[in-house]
Structure formats: C-alpha cells, structure tokens
C-alpha cells in the first residue's frame, strides 16, 4: 500500500471542490482498500464521503431514490424494493457475503472494479491497470471473461449483480461536482473498453455518485434475478438474468431483459426483449427469444459454454418469473 | 464410579479458548524488540536473476534490512533426496519456479517491510519454464507393484482380451491446503538459543530440520506450535520461509516474525500436485475383475516435493483381482514445490479407481454396490496378508440402507424433480494405518490435575481432547482434571507426527503405557517415602483406583499423598512399539453415497444428500471424529466441484486466490449423514483404534462425479466437474 493522504469532507460541496487527480472517494471499502493493499490502486489522496448525508430511501417524483451510501444490506431488506422491485433485492442478495453487503455502499457497487485476476495482480501486464502494457488474459485463463463488448484491448468482466437490474429498469446515476448535479442513464454509465479499458465509466475528475433513480415501473413488482455460479454463495456469476415482464393475458405485452456475466458492462438486450414482445409466455418463446442474446458474441478459449449458458439463463428466469403468483 | 469417556461426545478442550481469540497462533506472539519480514518472490517461470535493485526499499520508512541472493543470508542446504524443497532460498541466483523466494525485507512494522518489498525490482535471464502436465510425455516409474496369475505374461494380454473391458483417464490440476492459518514464523534468539513458533504438524521434526538449515545443534532449537490454524500435509516439513526467519533473526539479532500473505501461501509452501491417471480394467461379464491396471502420470517439481503415489493405496489395495499392475510415475516441472494434501494418494487414487469401476457397473449393468460386493477383498491384493478387521460390506448394505440406494434409477437421466435432474452415486473409501511408536508423559500435580504430554500436534482436528480423554479414562478421572500438553519440541521425544491419520491411534496405546507406568511412580513413592501413610506398606497390598490409592481401610487422593510426601509432582514416561512384521494388514474402510441435483438448463450441479459408514475400529471421541469425517466429505465435494490452480505457461498460477481459489461454502454442503461400526479392531492395539482423519476425503469425490453420471449421463473425467462441462 503507498502513502495517502486522508481526509473526511463534512459536506458534499466540500468533497467536489477540489478535484484533484489521483483522490479516491471511500465509502464501504470494500473494493478500494482491497485494491490498495495489492497496489493495483495507489491514491495520492483518500476522501472518507461516509459522512456524508448521502443516504435515504425513499419515494420522488422521478421514481426510488437510494442515496449512494445506503449499504447493500439495507437496500435489499427495504420494504418498498422487495415489493416493487424484487429483482434488486434478489441481485443484491445473491452478490458477496453477508459481512461485503453489511459494508459495501451502493454508490460503489457501481463502481467496483473488474474481478479479472490480471488486474488485480501488479506482476503482470494490464490495459486497464497500466494503459498500453497488454492483455494477458485474452490468451489466458479467460473463463470468465467477457463475451460481449470487449475489445483487442481488454476482456474484463463487469462484477456488479446490482447494476444489471438496475440497467434493465432504466436506472439513472445522479452525479454531483463542483460544476454541478448532473443525471446519467446507467446504460450510458459504463463504458466499453475499446482501446481505453482504463476509463470504465461517464465519471468526470471530482464527481460524486449521490444517488441512483429507478424510474417507477409497476410491473417490475413481477421480476426475477438468477444467477448461476460455481458454487452456490460467495462468488461472481457465469451467468447472470434479470427479467421483468408484462403481460396481457397469455400473452407478453413488454419485457425487460438484461444479462451479466457477459459482457464487459451489464448488458441490456432489446433484441430479446422485442423478440419477446407480442409472443405467447412459454418456453417456446423464451428459447426462441434468447437466440438473440448472443448476437455479436465473440467467444475466448476458456469461456465458449458462455453464449449457450446465457441463453439458458435466460429461459430460465423467464419461467421462474411465469411461477411468480 | 467415573464412567470412561471414550467413544463419547466430548467437547474440545480448546474450544472456549479458540471461540474467544485466546489461543495463541504463530504469528500471535509478540516478543520485546519484534521486528517483521516481508518475503519477495520471483515473478517468472525460471531462469537467473541477473540484478535486483533494493535501493528504493532500503531507504522506505522503517526498513531494517533487505536480504537478496546478492546480499544473502546463509543457509544451509540440507536436501538428502528425500524432503520438501531440495534448494534453501537466497543462496543462489536460480529462479527454480514462479513464486520462488527471492528476497526477504525486514522493517519495523508489518505493512513498512510489506510496502517496502513491493519497491524491489528484479532484472532476470529467463527461460520457459514446463509448467503443462498436460503437454508432457510418460514420467519415469517409481516402484511398479505387479502381480499376475500363473500363465500370464502381461497384464495387457488380460486387460485386451475382456470380456469386458474399461479405460478411463481422468485428470485433475493443482490443489491447495488453503489452511485457515496463512503460514507465519516468529523467532527469537536468546544467546545461542532459538525459539520458533510457527505451525507444524511434526513439532520434532521440523525444530531439528531448521537447526540443520541453520547450521546449529538441534539441541539449541525449540519449535512451538500449541495452536496451529490446519496442516493437512501443509505444515509437515518446515519451509524455507521459517528457516529464512530464524536466519534474519540470528542476522539481525532481534526477533523477527514473517507471516505470508494469502497470495504467497499458494507458492511458498507445497500444493497437491496435478495428476493424469489411466485405470484399465478387464472383468467377466457379471462385473468380477480378471485385471486391475492404475497408472498416473503426476506433476513433479524440479526444485524437490511430494512423490505422489495415487494407485498405491486404492487400487492396490481395494479389490480382490488376479492381475494387477501399478504404475506411478513422476513428470519433471518448474513448478512450486508439491507435497502431501489430505488423503495425499489417496484422493486422487480412489477418484480414478471408483469412477472406472462406476463405469463397468454401467457396462455391465450390475448394481454399483453389488459389483463391489463381488469383488470384494478379504486379503492385500499385492501382499497377500489378512486385513485385521475389515466390515466394509457392512458399510456398503448399512449405507445403502440409511441412504436409500435402492430408489437410484438405474438408467442415467431418468429422474427429475422439477427443473432438476436427479442422480445418485457410490463409492468405496479406504486408507492405509498402521501402528508406530509412541512416546507420552503422565504427570500427577499435587493440586490434582494430571497432565498428559505428547511431542505431536494439535491442527485443529481434535488431538489436544483426545489426550484428555484418554488420559481420563486410564487414571479413572474425569476429563476436566487432565491437562494436556502438546505442540512443542521440548516435549518428551517420541511424540507422534500429525501425519498419516496417525495421531489418536497411535497416542492412545502410548497415554495408557504411561498412565500405568505413572501409577507405578505412585505407588512407589506411597510405599516408600517415609511421610506417606503408606510407608512401608507390600507394594502389592496398595492399589491405585480413579485418582485415589487404597491399602484396607485406608484411603487418599493422588493430591493429597503428593503434598503429604511433599513433591509437587510425580511422573512417567510410557513408550508403545511400531507393528512390525505383523500378519495382518491395517486399513480402515468406507462407503459413500451421494445423491445430486443438476439443473436442466444451466446445469449447475447441487449435492443434495451424502450419506457415509465407516469402518474404522473403535472411535475414541464421536464428536471429533465426526467432524473429521464431515470435513473430509466436504472436502471431497470440493475435490470433484471445485478445487483447481490452472498454471500457465509462465508458470504462475491463475488462481492464487481465495477468491479465485473456490472451496465449498455452506450454502454448497447439505445434511451430512455420518455413521460408523464401532468394531474395535483386535489387532492393531489394545485401543482398537484406526485412524480415521483422512478417510471422508477417500472416494468422496468419485461419490459425487459417478451421481453427476447418474443424473445427466454424463461422465466428467476432467476434474473439476463444472457446469460448462454439462451444457
């Protein structure tokens, strides 16, 4: 770990104002000192924002607002996300381990850096830790590297369950600097690598996740999270669904769809979910949709079974949400 | 009227301390004027380190000093053929394997020596390392065990020949310990004295291997290990680490303490190597075996490790055949050093063994259990000697019972509950034990405890309550009135190595040879101390009964004639022989069932239910040993699920994490159903105790992988079985 300077700003404004580089905001930790014991992250300069008044759940005319330091644990115990939102619940339960969701911030969720053991591992090469040093894992141990989205520069998977349901009710991130709040939709949020792995999210020098909307939307009160691992807790997906649909009668009438595990973001699918639009709720449906999963997928040695895994991840929660009463 | 507390429920003795943070592990030690070490490790495959350049971490807050090859601290390399590492770290400028031991910074805190190691650089010459198992051809054989009936020329010519005949290959990477405890070492010298705490699983052995790589009398060297965070073959040998922190200490004349981090641990010390095994069989059509061969082809470290012999104590033991032939052979690579892991041949062996035999079942359509049944061996296939007690086939028909054997579809892919397939699979566990010398101390302490010291180990498996149990029930006393004595090489030698499953069975004959030989102190000293009311009594004529001496009418405790006589404290030392020569062969036996659920679609794989039965002698404290089974079954899940370093061409290895390196968690274990016999074995020693710590992680895997067989028709020969493999 280097040196650091530490500092524990009392305001928001005071936390934005001088966005120098190399500051790192810490709220749970969990990620951060993580990195910082391996070196993989070395701030100059740490800003404790857990003081800040950056919590809440609570309903707004732009739909849920959770403020950025609400913990994993609180937000998937809250009343009004498991009733109209259980997916988030669901994704929120299904990530880390009892004592990361008592610490970790939602705010950070979003942020959390890739699980990639190249990244994290300072002996070796990497785009996104050191730009331009190369990707060994596009040749390596890639089993659970991305499928979707990646480039020549880097096949790192995105690690958040939370932000794959969030991608798929249209959340947004609101965004607080010294210039201003500013709102981002969270599928704009994440950035493919493209030949900048490093930059991984629409995040200007200084600015501060305060909160994230989820536009209302009732019937994501029928919605699902599955997610298919190894082994059963404790561990990122192969795979990953989150699923809401609407229906009229038999019929699906709209469907949110999106997959993590995938892609180096949480990738929304609205091939699948117009694939979906106007079909009969039925197996048949659902297999025939997810064919349009894996359009553009571009396979790895190791990760091959991931196209076809995300596919029946996707039938699957699609007839777990059809024994939802 | 004490009753004896063996084969009961006792709790472990250590457990409040252990519960409440007060048990003292290696690196809980903080003696005056510590100082902390930071190990540096080579970051290629192999080659020489041309420069290193220690400016940066010289001149970092709190540094003390830096050790390199190119300003070393001496060792002495001790390697006679057989041992851990065959090289002792910064002696020379050879990278032997990623993960080497390159360099050592010791600086006044922890995260200064760890921050100032991380400022080195080093300038290598490389070259590519071996690294793939895969890639490499047939090692060299160790010993080949060969028996054939009369007439035969070749195994080949029978295994060819059938009826039926099997092959089946199954590889499996590297695996690690992941012991709770990352390996740590504190030593501290007091003149020529040295002490060192550091986990060890043969306190006696490792004290005098690290005078050795010192260069020092063994007599100088104590080694302390009362609590130790799990060794299961990790902690056997000493490891360069430890001899490198004695060395610096010496160096430095100061205490040190080095304590790995978790990435280190997977390098530093030995893993499981990785293994590619063959096992052909050749049976008539109802299942009974004309030919056995096992061959294994394991990852074998160029800079020294584990032999690992898979086929040994499986095959060459399970299965009544009149051909067999065993061929173990080692495969030379740049990789970290291997050593034994848990059931070390065992694990690998049975897996290979139980899923080939899994497969003739389904060839010749008998019933797994029954195939077993009719192969079943009544003597050591390859020595011929008697077992000494064996009930495995009661295992076989009592497990199926309590599992409901009988309910398992015959036909592959046939049941499904829900989404779920459903599939069940058996298999047959068995490990090697044996009776060595022992050596143990018994000790009456006029406040009326009794100590019981041994010179082994207590990893956390139960060893500290054993000797108070079997302390307890030779003096007759209640547990708590015992104290036992462990985990140090200042014990009495003679102490036996946590090794082998070996620890409970050989101790207990020792505990009892040394309770009688105390209780003879006793007497004695009764008889003849002048202020004993005993005094000059016929020895004959006072005995000694549940912590009191009788002679007529009179009558006191062992506590009270101490303090009478005046001497805080009597004892003796009981010594036990190794079984020589004996006409019987010691094994202990198992059977495991395993039913589990694979998902239709996504085909994540669930292990539902597990049933064992054991076979292992009499069982000195349930609640010990059934946590061991339950560990070893877990184990095993993990084995077959799990478990797997990939290495890379470079030779690091891609999963040196815990979390990249997957071990069950809770919510992968169901119920854990564990039963065993309880027939005391009336050959190995007047306890009739086995050993049994190993024996849950013998088979549990094949167990496992013959139920993913069961459910999806599927056979997964490429450990471990992931649901990529099932899609």
């Not at chain 2, 009311?533 to 912590?547: C, I, K, N, T, W």
């Not at chain 2, 010990?624 to 070893?632: E, L, V």
């Amino acid at each position: 770990m280097r040196e650091f300077r530490f500092e524990r700003p009392g305001t928001v404004a005071d936390a934005v104002r001088r966005p120098a580089p190399g500051t790192a905001f810490l709220a749970g930790g969990t990620t951060l000192v993580d990195l910082m014991k391996l070196e993989v992250m070395t701030p100059a300069r740490v800003l404790d924002i857990n003081r800040l008044p950056l919590r809440g759940i609570d309903q707004t005319r732009d739909g849920l607002r959770i403020g950025a330091l609400e913990r994993m644990r609180d937000v998937a115990a809250h009343d009004l996300v498991r009733r109209r939102y259980p997916m988030l619940a669901q994704a929120l339960e299904a990530s880390a381990s009892g004592q990361l969701r008592n610490m970790a911030s939602i705010g950070g969720n979003l942020l959390q850096r890739t699980r990639c053991g190249y990244f994290r591992d300072v002996s070796v090469p990497c785009n996104k830790r050191a730009p331009g040093s190369g990707c060994p894992a596009i040749e390596g141990e890639n089993r659970m590297h991305a499928v979707l989205g990646a480039s020549d520069a880097c096949v790192a998977t995105h690690p958040s369950d939370l932000a794959v349901a969030l991608v798929a009710l249209d959340a947004t991130v609101r965004l607080r600097s010294r210039a201003g709040t500013r709102d981002v939709a969270l599928r704009d949020f994440h950035l493919l690598p493209g030949t900048t792995p490093e930059r991984e999210h629409d995040l200007r020098p200084g600015e501060l996740v305060t909160d994230v909307i989820v536009p209302d939307l009732g019937w994501a009160s029928r919605s699902v999270y599955v997610k298919i691992r190894d082994r059963q807790s404790y561990e990122f997906a192969l795979a990953s669904a989150a699923v809401a649909v609407r229906r009229d009668g038999d019929t699906i009438a709209e469907a949110r769809v999106a997959v993590g595990g995938m892609g180096t973001r949480p990738w929304r699918l609205p091939a699948v979910e117009a694939a979906l639009a106007g079909r009969p709720a039925a197996e048949a449906s659902y297999t025939a949709a997810a064919e349009h999963a894996t359009d553009g997928v571009r396979p790895l040695r190791h990760n091959a079974f991931k196209p076809a895994l995300m596919r029946r991840t996707l039938v699957r929660a699609l007839l777990e949400l059809e024994r939802i009463r | 009227m004490s009753v004896s507390p063996i084969g009961r429920e006792t709790a472990r003795v250590d457990g409040p301390l252990k519960v409440t943070g007060r048990a003292p592990y290696a690196a809980d030690y903080h003696p005056d004027g510590l100082v902390h070490g930071h190990l540096v490790l080579a970051t290629v495959g192999r080659g020489t380190l041309r420069a290193m350049d220690v400016t940066r971490a010289e001149a970092a807050p709190g540094v003390i000093a830096v050790y390199t090859p190119f300003q070393p601290v001496r060792l002495i390399n001790t390697f006679q053929g057989f041992g851990a590492e065959n090289y002792v770290p910064l002696q020379d400028t050879t990278v032997r394997f990623r993960g080497q031991i390159i360099g050592l910074v010791v600086a006044g805190t922890f995260e200064q020596a760890r921050d100032a190691a991380a400022l080195i650089t080093a300038d290598y010459a490389g070259t590519p390392p071996r690294t793939s198992l895969a890639d490499a051809g047939p090692g060299r054989s160790q010993d080949i065990v060969q028996v054939l009936a009369p007439g035969v020329a070749s195994i080949d010519d029978v295994l060819r020949a059938g009826p039926v005949t099997i092959t089946t290959t199954v590889t499996q990477p590297a695996q690690h310990h992941v012991a709770m405890e990352p390996h740590a070492t504190t030593a501290t010298w007091e003149d020529d004295q040295l002490t060192v705490y550091s986990g060890a699983q043969m306190p006696q052995r490792s004290a005098p291997a690290i005078a050795a790589g010192l260069g020092i009398d063994p007599a100088k060297v104590r080694l302390i290990c009362r609590y130790t965070g799990g060794g299961f073959g990790g902690r056997s040998p000493a490891w360069n680490e430890a001899k490198l922190c004695a060395a610096a200490a010496r160096a430095l004349g100061r205490p040190l303490k080095v304590v790995l981090s978790r990435e280190q641990v997977f390098t530093t010390v030995g893993h499981r190597p990785a293994v590619r095994q063959t096992v052909r069989l050749a049976a008539q059509a109802d299942g009974r075996l004309l030919a056995l061969a096992h061959d294994s082809d394991a990852e074998y470290p160029a800079a020294g490790g584990w032999p690992l012999i898979p086929a040994q104590h499986t095959s060459g033991v399970l299965y009544r055949t009149p051909n067999l032939r065993l061929d173990q052979r080692l495969v030379t690579l740049d990789t970290p050093s291997t050593w034994a892991m848990r059931a070390p041949g065992e694990a690998p062996g049975s897996f290979a063994l139980e899923t080939a035999l899994d497969e003739l079942a389904a060839r010749t359509g008998v019933d797994p259990v029954e195939l077993r049944l009719r192969n079943y061996a009544t003597q050591h296939p390859v020595e011929g000697r008697p077992f000494s007690s064996k009930h495995l086939d009661q295992c076989y028909r009592l497990g199926a019972t309590r599992f409901g054997w009988d309910r398992r579809p015959a036909r592959p892919r046939s049941r499904t509950d829900g989404d779920w397939l459903i599939g069940m699979g058996m298999s047959t566990a068995a490990y090697p034990t044996d009776r060595e010398a022992a050596t143990v101390r018994v000790r009456f302490h006029d406040n009326g405890r009794v100590s019981v010291a041994s010179g082994t180990s207590d990893l956390g498996t139960g060893a500290w309550t054993v000797l108070a149990v079997a302390g307890a029930d030779t003096l007759g006393l209640p547990v708590e009135v015992i104290v036992p004595e462990l985990g140090d090489s200042a014990l009495p030698p003679g102490g036996v190595g946590a090794v082998g499953s070996a620890v409970t069975a050989n101790t207990m004959p020792a505990v009892r040879a040394a309770g009688r030989a105390a209780i003879g102190t006793l007497l004695r000293a009764a008889v003849e101390n002048p202020r004993s009311p005993f005094h000059g009594l016929d020895p004959a004529d006072v005995s000694y009964r549940q912590g009191r001496l009788h002679s007529g009418r009179r009558s006191m405790g062992f506590d009270e004639l101490l303090r009478a006589i005046g001497t805080p404290a009597l004892d003796a030392i009981g010594a036990t022989d190794p079984a020589q020569d004996s006409p019987y062969a010691f094994h202990s036996f198992g059977a495991h069932f395993c039913e589990v659920r694979v998902h239709r679609l996504t085909a994540e794989i669930r292990v539902n239910r597990f049933t064992s039965v054991f076979d292992v002698g009499t069982v000195i404290n349930a609640r010990t040993a059934r946590s061991q089974f339950i560990g070893g079954i877990i184990w095993g899940i993990g084995h077959a699920l799990l478990e797997a370093d990939p290495i890379e061409p470079d030779g690091r290895y891609a999963a040196a994490t815990m979390a990249d390196y997957l071990v069950p968690v809770n919510a992968d274990i169901p119920d854990i159903d564990v039963h065993w016999l309880g027939y005391p074995d009336p050959h190995i020693s007047e306890s009739g105790a086995r050993g049994l710590g190993e024996l849950g992680t013998v088979a549990s895997a094949a167990a496992v992988g013959n139920a993913v067989y069961n459910a999806t028709g599927i056979r997964v020969h490429d450990l471990p079985i992931t649901l990529d493999k099932l899609l």
